[in-house]
């Protein structure tokens, strides 16, 4: 490669670069052009190109894939933000024909049916970047050696139901700050135990945070949710069906953006959260029977 | 010499900024509303997406104070924030507009087209500087007439390092490298600046 004329391309720098570039910002699941020109007009740094929003996948079930690749290229025709899309766990030719259409990021994600139940996609392959849900470190590690250079909690994709992500978060960020005070020596077994590769587990401990972005998803459908995920410690926050199955979406779209911002800011956060219509219905989790869990998917 | 450097913090990259002073002793604050430019002696506009930027900036009232803060004080846009501080980028979304330049969006393509390179930069020394492109804005004219110097270009791509007296603007990333020489740049243009108030 010319590398004085073409550079590098797919460079771990500059795929953890683009997450880095999206903290603090809003990531909105679409479903057309139209949905992503209100995303893009309120304020999100990317969307997520789906068919189905979570909340519609779970209503009607059957075997969830990656979308037809025509309503992708429509959504990445439709706005000048980055366009994410999602592959099942282990699918790695659909991960193939995404970054063959030039999506932004590849979420490879438990929201679709499995299509392997031992392996995930070597994302290293990729020269797109590849963002995984995790549900605490060892899961989030594992994935991060697998190449994915972003992270986000699982939560419970499809709910409106913020409790999973929360105890995601917690997990994740309680874990970081328990190998902060590990003396090294611990760091190995420790390792072993959460089934984490040992070089990421001492990176973690270095760092006090994950070595790539983490942001919050599954469940969140307020301006209160996002900035609670903000103040636990996040990077930012995906919504998936918590806003174009609301009442108003494009007011709730910019009052989330705005509260993600301000998320240190009560009275800007009671401004936002004022008037914004209906909420989207929402499932309780302790009201979900296990088999209709998503969390669980992903190894 | 003290100074305060302001990293505007809507959305993106602001952190690995403030951090990047912090390693030259430099204090750095959070900006999010105008009153928080009061005091500073400059101001970093980081990287993320220039559109989510402008939009909060518009709506929390921070693009007169950021125009006037701008014609005064040393301000920096990184790559979104390049794009934030040029007067033309060919599409509608709010910007600052205090730097006398073109810019295209997008202009090496998609995030699979981001790349990183060394580049020679005009003011920083000879070595090369390990440039990261993250779906990258380009600066297609530069109103040389108007003040503007080129510091660094790509070969058949563009303009992707310029200033314009107490402005800079830079296409790529440094804050995603450990090199910190364009830092020490915008800290010596601050220096320069305070010392001819104080005259």
Not at chain 1, 35 to 61: K, N, S, W
Not at chain 1, 109 to 133: Q, R, W
Not at chain 2, 145 to 155: F, R, W
Not at chain 2, 183 to 197: D, P
């Amino acid at each position: 490669m010319s590398e004085q004329t073409n550079g590098s391309k797919g460079t771990w720098t500059v795929k953890a670069g683009l997450a880095q570039m999206l903290k603090g910002g809003v990531i909105m699941d679409v479903v057309n052009a139209e949905q992503a020109r209100i995303a893009e007009e309120a304020g999100a740094v990317a969307v997520m190109a789906l068919e189905r929003v979570p909340a519609d996948i779970r209503d009607q079930g059957g075997v969830a894939r990656m979308s037809d690749p025509e309503k992708i290229v429509e959504i990445m025709e439709s706005t000048s933000i980055p366009v994410m899309a999602k592959a099942r766990i282990g699918h790695f030719v659909e991960a193939q024909i995404l970054e063959a259409l030039g999506v932004d990021y590849i979420d490879e994600s438990e929201v679709l049916t499995p299509a392997d139940e031992e392996h995930h996609i070597n994302k290293h392959d990729f020269t797109v970047p590849f963002v995984c849900g995790a549900r605490n470190l060892g899961e989030a590690l594992r994935r991060i050696g697998e190449g994915a250079a972003m992270i986000r909690t699982k939560g419970e994709a499809g709910t409106g139901d913020v409790v999973e992500a929360v105890r995601h978060a917690r997990a994740v960020l309680g874990e970081i700050r328990r190998v902060q005070h590990m003396p090294t020596e611990e760091l190995m077994s420790y390792a072993k135990s959460i089934g984490a590769p040992y070089d990421l587990v001492v990176r973690t401990a270095e760092l006090g945070r994950l070595p790539v972005v983490n942001f919050a998803a599954g469940g969140v459908a307020t301006p209160a949710d996002a900035a609670l995920m903000m103040q636990l410690g996040l990077d930012g926050v995906f919504v998936g069906s918590g806003i174009f199955k609301s009442g108003n979406p494009e007011k709730r779209a910019k009052a989330i953006v705005e509260a993600v911002t301000h998320y240190q800011d009560a009275k800007i956060l009671a401004q936002v959260s004022r008037n914004l219509g209906e909420p989207m219905v929402g499932i309780g989790i302790s009201t979900l029977p296990d088999n209709e869990k998503l969390a669980g998917r992903g190894w | 010499m003290n100074m305060t450097i302001g990293v505007l913090a809507l959305q993106g990259a602001f952190i690995e900024h403030i951090k990047m002073l912090a390693e030259l002793g430099v204090d750095a604050v959070e900006v999010r509303k105008p009153e928080h430019l009061d005091d500073l002696d400059a101001l970093i506009i980081p990287g993320g997406e220039s559109t989510t930027i402008g939009k909060l900036a518009r709506t929390y009232g921070l693009l007169d104070p950021l125009r006037s803060f701008t014609q005064q004080k040393p301000t920096w846009g990184t790559c979104a924030g390049l794009i934030f501080l040029a007067k033309r980028i060919g599409r509608d979304q709010p910007l600052v507009g205090a730097m006398d330049i073109t810019v295209e969006r997008n202009a090496f393509g998609r995030q699979v087209d981001s790349f990183e390179v060394d580049i020679l930069i005009e003011g920083i020394g000879d070595e090369p500087f390990r440039a990261v492109f993250i779906r990258a804005p380009v600066i297609t004219h530069a109103d040389e007439d108007k003040g503007v110097e080129v510091l660094a270009e790509l070969p058949e791509k563009g303009i992707v390092a310029v200033r314009q007296g107490h402005l800079l603007g830079t296409a790529f990333h440094p804050e995603l490298t450990a090199d910190c020489r364009l830092h020490e740049l915008f800290v010596r243009m601050v220096e320069a600046e305070k010392s001819t108030e104080g005259a």
